[in-house]
């Protein structure tokens, strides 16, 4: 298959997937039990309980309730398209506004996040390969393990806890802006990024071994054994360059849902993201800023495979001409 249509089908996969996505979520929201107007009518302390059933049928229809399902959808979907996310129904601040202020602090953990999943699961996969029936094998293998089973909330808890309990200290929450405060930026940010970069390096770690071990298991591996090549020489002109590849693959499937598991992350410690502001949002029911928030984390995943679906046809002429 052409390189050109093989992106092309998964660029269409991609828009497909992001429709679904907004319809579900769309139909979610509206069909939920409950009536948003009442909610916002009563308030967050009930002072509008008493409010009369003509007070609601103008809510709803100032915010468009009172439409059918297909064109609320339509109208939504546009206004998605053209940036105009409308106001929080609760808040009435700019929706858009108030996540590109929001954006930059998930970001930040993620790619800190990413940098130490690569940083320890890569080397770890490959050493756990090159000393495969090891002791350093088996504890590769267990931290693998526990990197990928264990929740992101139960280990941030969990290293909270410790920390006030064992050592009467703990992390630094809340957020301070990196060109304001540095280094307190940093010591705000890199206890959720190891938690969140943990979980990823398991599973490049799991990664990077098996490709590695695949790789080692080939003829041409075999062949330069036998020629008497130096170890290390096979390793890095041969093994790595190939197991690599499928590797590539997984950073960008860990790397999304790095960004999708800062939401939890976000909420433990305080830190002012997309992921806090969504929670947020869902606690009240607030439509307006739960609907593209999510939109935006699907649209981060097809994004993200993407690139990796470029790079990797680019980097494998099996894939661009197969």
């Known amino acids: ?30 069909v939920a039990p409950g009536d948003v107007a009442d909610l916002i009518i009563s308030g967050a302390d009930g002072s509008g309980i008493g409010a009369t059933a003509q007070e609601k049928e103008d809510l709803r229809a100032t915010l468009g309730l009172d439409r059918p399902l297909y064109q609320q959808y339509g109208e939504w979907v546009w206004d998605m398209a053209s940036l105009h996310w409308g106001d929080s129904l609760f808040t009435g601040r700019s929706v858009w506004d108030d996540f590109l202020r929001k954006l930059p602090v998930t970001l930040q953990l993620s790619f800190m996040g990413l940098f130490i999943a690569i940083a320890l699961g890569v080397p770890l996969g490959i050493v756990a390969a090159l000393r495969q029936d090891t002791w350093v094998d088996y504890v590769a293998r267990i931290f693998a393990l526990g990197g990928v089973s264990l929740p992101h909330f139960w280990l941030a808890t969990l290293l909270l806890l410790a920390g006030v309990r064992y050592f009467t200290w703990s992390p630094p929450l809340g957020y301070e802006s990196v060109i304001d405060a540095p280094w307190r930026n940093f010591t705000q940010f890199i206890w959720p990024a190891l938690v969140l970069g943990y979980s990823g390096a398991g599973l490049l770690s799991r990664m990077t071994r098996s490709a590695v071990l695949e790789v080692m298991r080939q003829e041409y591996i075999r062949t330069a054994v036998a020629k008497g090549l130096q170890p290390s020489a096979i390793v890095q002109r041969h093994t790595l360059r190939n197991a690599l590849l499928p590797v590539i693959t997984v950073v960008g499937i860990a790397f999304a849902a790095l960004v999708s598991g800062s939401v939890v992350l976000e909420q433990v410690f305080v830190l002012p993201g997309v992921g806090l502001f969504l929670l947020e949002a869902v606690k009240f029911r607030d439509y307006t800023v739960v609907q593209p928030i999510i939109v935006f984390f699907a649209a981060w995943v097809v994004l993200v495979n993407l690139t990796v679906d470029v790079i990797y046809t680019w980097l494998n002429p099996q894939v661009r001409h197969g």
């Open 1 to 30: 298959m052409d390189k050109k249509v093989y992106l092309l089908r998964r660029l269409l996969q991609g828009l497909l997937t992001l429709f679904l996505v907004s319809i579900v979520i769309f139909t979610i929201l509206r």
